[in-house]
């Protein structure tokens, strides 16, 4: 069984920086795609950036030059380092891990922006 621990949500003014984590625990296998989701309140749950195994990014436009994805495979753990926020990220932040066809998702850990 997989499990993942997000951490990191709050509340931050507009301009400022924020750093989210997850944890992935259980059986996992190498090869392992992870990534992070947000889901703004009324929407569809959208991706933010994702990260291969061997380093490899991809980011929603919408983040590009803003947000930075990183992950340690000895820890099993994903980053995302928020900066320059803005109200329209305010949102539930959901990190997913991928392997072998499965998906598994954490629990999500809100972000609020102030203006």
């Known amino acids: 069984q997989v499990q993942l621990v997000e951490s990191g949500g709050g509340l931050v003014q507009a301009g400022g920086s924020l750093g989210l984590s997850c944890a992935a625990s259980g059986s996992i296998w190498s090869g392992s795609i992870m990534a992070w989701h947000r889901q703004i309140s009324g929407s569809r749950r959208e991706l933010v950036a994702m990260v291969t195994v061997d380093g490899r990014t991809n980011y929603a436009d919408t983040v590009k030059g803003r947000f930075a994805i990183s992950r340690d495979n000895f820890k099993n753990t994903v980053y995302l380092q928020m900066n320059d926020l803005k109200p329209e990220d305010t949102a539930v932040y959901y990190c997913?891990?991928?392997?072998?066809?499965?998906?598994?998702w954490g629990k999500g850990t809100l972000v609020t922006v102030s203006s």
């Open positions: 997913e891990l991928s392997f072998g066809g499965m998906h598994y």
